[in-house]
């Protein structure tokens, strides 16, 4: 383990000074990965308010059909 972890969520150069290589290298994987997981997340969200959009328009266009139906009644 590291002799001093910093004290604040923001890590800089002399703060990287106090861990192993090895430790560097965890820290490392842990960053590429949650970048990669928030990059799946943003994908994965695009998806969905692509969806939402479709509902949407489906949604106006069966009002729109209720609609018309009631004033032809």
Do not use: C, F
Request: glycine fraction near 2%; charged fraction near 25%; aromatic fraction near 4%.
């Amino acid at each position: 383990m590291a002799t001093q972890k910093p004290n604040s969520s923001k890590l800089d150069s002399r703060d990287l000074n106090n861990y192993s290589n090895d430790e560097k290298q965890m820290i490392y994987k842990q960053i590429k990965w949650n970048l990669q997981s928030i990059q799946n997340l943003a994908n994965e969200v695009n998806v969905n308010m692509k969806n939402v959009k479709r509902n949407m328009i489906i949604t106006k266009k069966l009002l729109d059909a209720i609609q018309s139906t009631n004033n032809g009644q």
